[in-house]
């Protein structure tokens, strides 16, 4: 429950006046005191928002993606900022989950956060090992995310979430992590909802819609690539829009299965969007790197607009595209 104080102006004096507004929302079996979390990928593998936000008031700390070995990344330039957002080919740089677990998950911990890891592989195997040697993390270690979706090692020809069949096999094979699982999956195919059935099918809790889109820029003097691995992810306000589409997608055919929303998020009407067409929480990515407290304020942001909507709960927005559709203004709850 959080309580925000707002100031109004009678005859000349100012008064406070305390309103409430329920921030709890439950993912599948994992209840979060708030919607909005960091995305994979944006805040490191530990504390680094630390020293800008205070890391317990958020939902959850989602980390970069680790796979069960240490792995270099892509040949930098990493990330090149695109009309619209960024572009990145980071290539899931990382130090391996037996190292993330001993030397940077403890002080995260510290902080008070509800940790959620991210992990990939080259293969089911791979996610297989990262995900049982997360079976003796800590209990802050709340949920699992899979992420079957990263473009920038697979190729566009072999991504896990563009095949259905592929991203059932790597949830299912995630069992040993002992936690709820949460499949991350790609823009980037007409698939979305035989994948999303999929892998709900194999054992996921949730689904989070969506990481990034296939893209590409050139330097305008040299003519080549901006980021040295070639293509990349393209990450902000330009593909909010696709995010809200294929949450209300997933969303029409699929009623009852839990969405994470991503995808542009840079204020929490962005925020409030993506829960309005189906999303139960919302991650913050590429905002975080031009401002790294971009969640704390969207986080504020959204229960202002819960507020201006009239709605009691940020768990009511979930879903409430179509009572707004039939009425603009939605009874109070």
């Not at 079957?148 to 992590?177: K, Q, Y």
């Not at 029409?252 to 204020?267: H, K, M, Q, R």
Request: contains cysteine; aromatic residues 4%; glycine residues 10%.
């Amino acid at each position: 429950m959080v309580m925000r104080r707002r100031r109004f102006v009678r005859r000349g004096e100012a008064m406070v006046v305390d309103e409430m507004i329920d921030t709890a929302v439950d993912v599948g079996s994992v209840r979060l005191a708030s919607p909005i979390m960091t995305a994979s990928g944006t805040a490191g593998y530990g504390t680094e928002l630390g020293a800008y936000i205070d890391l317990s008031q958020l939902g959850a700390v989602v980390t970069k993606s680790i796979a069960h070995f240490e792995w270099p990344g892509n040949p930098s330039p990493r990330v090149a900022g695109v009309r619209g957002g960024m572009i990145n080919a980071v290539g899931l740089q990382g130090p391996g989950v037996d190292r993330w677990i001993t030397d940077y998950l403890p002080p995260l911990l510290d902080t008070g956060a509800a940790v959620v890891c991210s992990i990939w592989g080259r293969s089911v195997e791979d996610y297989r090992l990262a995900a049982d040697a997360l079976a003796k993390a800590p209990a802050g270690v709340i949920a699992v995310e899979v992420n079957l979706s990263c473009p920038n090692l697979e190729g566009r020809g072999s991504i896990f979430a563009h095949d259905a069949a592929l991203s059932a096999a790597v949830v299912a094979a995630t069992e040993g992590c002992a936690r709820p699982r949460w499949a991350k999956l790609s823009p980037n195919t007409d698939r979305l909802i035989d994948v999303a059935s999929a892998v709900m099918a194999s054992g996921a809790e949730a689904v989070t819609l969506v990481n990034t889109v296939l893209g590409m820029a050139l330097d305008r003097t040299t003519l080549q690539p901006v980021l040295g691995n070639g293509g990349g992810g393209l990450s902000g306000p330009a593909i909010h829009p696709v995010a809200v589409r294929a949450i209300a997608d997933v969303r029409a055919a699929l009623p009852d299965i839990p969405i994470i929303g991503a995808g542009g998020v840079e204020s929490g009407w962005d925020a409030a969007e993506l829960m309005a067409v189906g999303a139960s929480a919302v991650q913050v990515g590429s905002a975080n790197f031009a401002d790294p407290r971009a969640t704390s304020r969207i986080q504020i942001e959204l229960v202002e607009e819960a507020r201006r909507l009239r709605f009691g709960s940020l768990a009511t927005l979930t879903n409430a595209m179509s009572t707004a559709f039939h009425d603009p203004r939605p009874t109070p709850r």
